[in-house]
């Protein structure tokens, strides 16, 4: 997934959000863990400041997408 931005006046670009304010978010959702949604471990990794890669593994691989999806609703 990558972190959108937005343009500021000077023409700069400004992330809307850190991968590390977000990772960090995410980490604290699962742990809290609302409505049972998250049943699964996952892991984050940020690159180049803009770019988080998720991964997960089941024994399915509907349940791995369905999960991601999850986590992809929360953050949008």
Known sequence: MEIGYFTTNYLDRKSIESTSDLISDLNILLMKNPDGKFSQNISMNAFEDKIINFATTSSSG????????????YID
């Open 62 to 73: 509907e349940q791995n997408e369905n999960f991601l999806n999850e986590v992809i609703r």
